[in-house]
């Protein structure tokens, strides 16, 4: 199968480290299985999606058996396989530096924080919320799908839009667990802290679950504020009529409409590519 650079989440290849570069070594295995697109590499990364999601899984799960042994057990496994990608990714790119500042790397290490941190120093709870941060690979994977299967690439906007919804409501359903069980009668699992935020999200408020105190009513307004616009920027992208981003080399607009032959803005003749379908 002939290889193929695949572009990461801003546009291009990060570039590879020397050693990297030389067949037959680890990191050049690495770089492959990371950031080109063979076989083997694209079931490698759909194998760490899958991973990614086991840990919100996980984190969701592990709130309706709050102090269980396994728990203990778990947490430095998942941390290792973590610690494993995120030491892989690090050693094949020249620039180490930059991969450790990128919103994921910092992400990763949080995670890591929350993960392999209570091990050593003791169980602290309020590290639990921040494992939900793992989300944010999903990014970077959603849009490495966008070249893979045409669905993505054909629905980029409602993707993104979903799964900012989700990212935001995993968050705050995680912060609002972690402040609010052991002091709130009313939140008991992770269940019972999801029913706040949608509800909340959604202004319906039934009010049968609040947040006493100042901190609790700042974090209602917070999730009301963000989670509305994320709600309407779903509902616009639903409802609103299909574009396709394709830039015009003349004038730079970057969307347009799926059968457009012509840029609407300058008049450019554009190639939009597609295939063939309604």
């Not at 496994?77 to 994921?104: C, K, M, N, Q, W």
């Not at 290490?109 to 793992?134: E, H, T």
């Not at 490495?144 to 980029?156: A, E, G």
């Not at 994320?230 to 730079?252: D, M, N, W, Y």
């Amino acid at each position: 199968m002939t290889e193929r650079v695949e572009p990461d989440t801003a546009g291009q290849a990060p570039a590879p480290s020397r050693a990297a570069e030389h067949d037959g070594t680890l990191r050049h295995l690495l770089y492959e299985l990371y950031y080109r697109r063979t076989r083997r590499a694209e079931t490698f990364r759909y194998v760490m999606l899958a991973f990614d999601v086991m840990v919100v899984v996980f984190v969701v799960s592990a709130s309706f058996f709050r102090g269980a042994d396994w728990i203990l057990i778990v947490d430095p496994i998942l941390g290792t396989v973590i610690l494993l990608d995120f030491a892989a990714r690090v050693s094949i790119v020249r620039r180490p530096i930059r991969e450790l500042l990128h919103p994921v790397g910092i992400a990763d290490i949080i995670v890591l924080v929350s993960l392999l941190a209570p091990a050593f120093f003791g169980n602290f709870a309020f590290l639990r919320v921040l494992r939900v941060l793992r989300v944010f690979r999903s990014y970077q994977t959603v849009s490495r799908l966008q070249r893979d299967v045409p669905f993505f690439k054909r629905n980029q906007d409602l993707v993104f839009a979903v799964l900012n919804l989700v990212v935001f409501l995993l968050i705050m359903t995680a912060l609002v667990f972690e402040t609010q069980v052991g002091r709130n009668d009313q939140i008991r699992n992770y269940a019972d802290a999801l029913y706040f935020t949608v509800t909340t999200l959604t202004t319906t408020g039934f009010g049968d679950i609040t947040l006493p105190g100042t901190g609790g009513r700042l974090l209602a307004v917070l999730i009301m504020i963000i989670g509305v616009s994320l709600f309407i920027r779903l509902a616009q992208t639903v409802f609103r009529p299909s574009k396709v981003h394709f830039e015009c080399q003349k004038c730079g607009l970057s969307r347009h409409d799926a059968d457009a032959v012509h840029c609407k803005h300058c008049g450019e003749t554009i190639n939009i590519p597609n295939e063939g379908l309604d």
